[in-house]
């Protein structure tokens, strides 16, 4: 069987760059719980290589992934970076030794996050920086002004090439725009998971990308009776539908599926191929369905 392709996936514009829509998400790289080196490391180079091979032209990441240990991955196994390639990281946290994610968003600690980036990475400008804002279950509503600010100063000293925002309500979107061009948001967004819906048709409006963090459900895996059906019936798995139920739901968002495996990658890469037709987008939308308001941003 042939293997599919991200090019398959169509493409999107993340700032000035233009990129397909089905990437790479480098968490899984690092040890159990996103701590410490991985158990292969030459699996999680491979992983990478064969990535880019198969067309992902944007990588997902961070240095608190770790920390340090992904982008120091990323750097090992494909730096020089190829021209096509967007790497997006994100700060706004940080690790203790526990394993904790503890917010980091002062001025000093933002900078020197996107400092060490850049230094882990071997890069001198960093292609989106996404400020990531505390809140694990859902976003927090608070200002995000201050921080924003500190990197929007450091994009101003060409740092950083374009912003981005994570786990943000449509306030705290707005209240970025505001401040400084905002190329992508990045939430939580799954088949199951629906409260951004108004949210993703608004940025399609916008022109602005659209990132769902745990497209298949992150730390407990999507589990749904009508999921597993509509899979039987494609003769795929239930994962493959879950990411091509995302590419269908809007034009602006992009994937950034991860894995540890090259047979995983190459099996999520089969979602760019795999068409739903009306009857199964049917089914798969009543998993989530909110029936929230539209807004506008």
Not at 27 to 42: E, W
Not at 131 to 142: C, D, N, Q
Not at 266 to 280: F, I, M, W
Request: proline share 7%; net charge negative; with cysteine.
């Amino acid at each position: 069987m042939t293997t599919t392709t991200a090019e398959r996936s169509g493409q999107f514009a993340l700032g000035d760059r233009t990129v397909h829509r089905l990437g790479y998400g480098a968490m899984q790289l690092a040890g159990p719980h996103v701590m410490g080196p991985p158990a292969d490391r030459d699996a999680a180079v491979a992983v990478l290589r064969r990535a880019v091979e198969l067309g992902v032209d944007h990588i997902d990441t961070s240095d608190y992934y770790g920390p340090h240990v992904t982008n120091e991955v990323i750097r090992e196994a494909l730096h020089p970076y190829p021209e096509q390639l967007t790497i997006v990281t994100k700060v706004g946290a940080r690790r203790t030794p526990e394993g904790e994610w503890p917010e980091a968003l002062s001025p000093d600690e933002l900078r020197q996050a996107v400092h060490d980036n850049l230094d882990h990475l071997g890069v001198d400008v960093i292609d989106v920086v996404n400020l990531r804002m505390p809140g694990f279950a859902a976003p927090v509503e608070r200002s995000l002004a201050e921080p924003f600010e500190t990197l929007a100063e450091l994009q101003q000293q060409g740092l950083i090439r374009h912003l981005g925002v994570s786990n943000v309500t449509t306030q705290q979107f707005a209240e970025a725009r505001a401040i400084a061009p905002v190329v992508c948001v990045q939430n939580h967004y799954n088949l199951v998971h629906r409260d951004d819906d108004p949210m993703v048709d608004a940025l399609a409006r916008e022109g602005v990308a659209y990132v769902p963090f745990f497209p298949l459900g992150g730390f407990t895996p999507l589990q749904s009776a009508a999921l597993e059906t509509v899979a039987r019936r494609l003769e795929t798995t239930p994962m493959q539908v879950a990411l091509a139920w995302l590419l269908a739901r809007s034009p602006n968002i992009l994937l950034i599926p991860g894995t540890s495996s090259v047979a995983h990658l190459e099996e999520n890469l089969q979602a760019a191929a795999r068409v739903l037709g009306p009857a199964e987008l049917e089914e798969l939308d009543r998993i989530g369905g909110t029936g929230e308001p539209d807004v506008d941003l």
